[in-house]
């Protein structure tokens, strides 16, 4: 009996002892739970980024690109018009900035300042004398051909007809600009070189007022004005055709591109992106053009054909480029030889 009672004492204490763990063993569990929980958030907040999760850096603040109608550059006109570039760059916290700067020498100097990061639409003209001057400048893309589009116009009542009538004569143009190449090229076809004219350097617009008012005999049109000027009588004298291919390029820097790859990558998807849009809304793109440019819908349905706006660079721009620049060496235009080659950025 006596030994009933030991064992009986004993089993009721080790009982107990179960239901206090049993107890007990819940709320240490979640204990250790939430402070595993605490250490690893503890561990995440201090633990450094990856690479993939760190923003990329870049050395501008903001995206300066060209905005250039003339002669009819649909493309541009189009891509501001929807702000694809703005779209695009918008992921990485930048803003486009448009400069109206139509000349070859003011493109391509405020490519140099780094006031401009994308040349959309300049002569390949501009791009070889630039480049021959040792400048940092590298082509990207094609932005258009149309040398029919190129124009030389003299007065309504003007005897010019040919090359040799010019001799002696004013002529106003964008100097560095396929339009200057196209009256190098005329005056050539006829044995004759820039030092047998008067060649005035001006803007388009000032160029068409100069021959409108009588102070200069002719002068290099293109575009709209161009099409307005025809229309009002004014005579022309030759275009382009088979004289310049009329080559027109995207271009920046080959130092802005080894800083910043991905915003030349960017610009040049964004590029196609506005090819795109353009394929899918044929109507819709000449009646934004006819708006910006106040040509009627005629007009710009007339010029639109005159344009190839392939952004591929291909054999045969590279070709007219070295034409161009071989040109350019045996009228005096540029001294250095430029290997055109070279000057083509291969984009990865």
Do not use: W
């Amino acid at each position: 009996m006596k030994l009933k009672r030991i064992l009986s004492v004993f089993m009721s204490a080790l009982i107990g002892v179960f239901a206090l763990t049993a107890c007990a063993g819940p709320s240490n569990t979640q204990t250790a739970g939430t402070e595993a929980l605490a250490n690893s958030a503890e561990s995440n907040a201090t633990e450094p980024e990856t690479a993939e999760e760190t923003e990329p850096q870049f050395t501008v603040g903001k995206i300066g690109v060209t905005y250039v109608k003339s002669p009819l550059n649909v493309p541009s006109i189009v891509e501001k018009e929807k702000g694809i570039f703005n779209e695009a760059f918008s992921k990485y916290g930048l803003k486009v900035e448009y400069s109206n700067l139509t000349s070859g020498p003011e493109q391509t100097q405020a490519l140099a300042s780094g006031d401009i990061q994308f040349l959309y639409a300049v002569g390949a003209t501009s791009v070889i004398l630039s480049a021959a001057n040792d400048a940092d400048i590298k082509i990207i893309s094609t932005y258009s051909r149309s040398p029919e589009a190129f124009r030389l116009f003299t007065g309504k009542d003007s005897t010019i007809q040919t090359a040799q009538d010019l001799k002696g004569k004013k002529i106003a143009g964008p100097k560095g600009t396929i339009l200057h190449e196209l009256l190098a090229a005329y005056l050539a076809s006829a044995g004759m070189s820039e030092k047998d004219v008067e060649f005035v350097s001006m803007g388009i617009p000032d160029a068409q007022a100069a021959l409108a008012g009588g102070t200069v005999d002719c002068a290099l049109l293109a575009g709209p004005v161009a099409y307005n000027m025809e229309k009002d009588g004014y005579r022309i004298v030759t275009s382009g055709k088979g004289l310049v291919d009329a080559v027109i390029v995207v271009a920046t820097s080959n130092e802005f591109y080894e800083k910043n790859p991905l915003l030349v990558k960017t610009f040049l998807e964004a590029q196609d992106n506005v090819q795109d849009y353009m394929n899918r809304n044929p109507e819709e793109i000449l009646d934004i053009t006819a708006k910006e440019t106040e040509l009627t819908i005629d007009a710009v349905k007339e010029m639109f054909p005159m344009y190839d706006f392939n952004p591929e660079i291909t054999d045969d721009d590279i070709a007219s480029m070295k034409k161009t620049q071989q040109f350019m060496r045996e009228n005096g235009m540029i001294e250095t030889e430029v290997n055109i080659d070279d000057l083509i950025l291969r984009v990865k």
